[in-house]
């Protein structure tokens, strides 16, 4: 099994998975599924959602086998969170 390569620098996958999101994918998934990961296929636009980025990304490689992902967590900025999370009441 060989490893796979990224074909983009950083800044370019991100900006390409970002644009993909906020342009065709946001508008029909934001209002009802906040928390949930979309993986994107930077080349194809195709994606796949799910609470698990590993079933999400699955389902994705399944369709397109060389697949360039980029995740996106449907109402946030971030994938994960390390570390304590703090309410604004707790503070």
């Known amino acids: ?3 796979r390569q990224p074909r983009y620098s950083f800044e370019e996958f991100a900006k390409r998975g970002d644009e993909i999101y906020e342009t065709n ?3 029909q998934v934001e209002a009802s599924n906040r928390g ?4 994107i ?3 194809t636009g195709a994606w796949e959602m799910d609470t ?3 079933i999400a990304s699955n389902r994705l490689k399944t369709r397109y086998p060389d697949a360039q992902i980029w995740f996106v967590r449907i109402g946030s900025r971030y994938i ?3 570390g304590l999370s703090r309410t604004r009441n707790s503070l």
């Open 36 to 39: 949930k990961i979309v993986a």
């Open 1 to 3: 099994m060989t490893a």
């Open 25 to 27: 994918i946001r508008p």
């Open 52 to 54: 698990s980025e590993i």
């Open 80 to 82: 994960r969170h390390f």
């Open 41 to 43: 296929d930077i080349d």
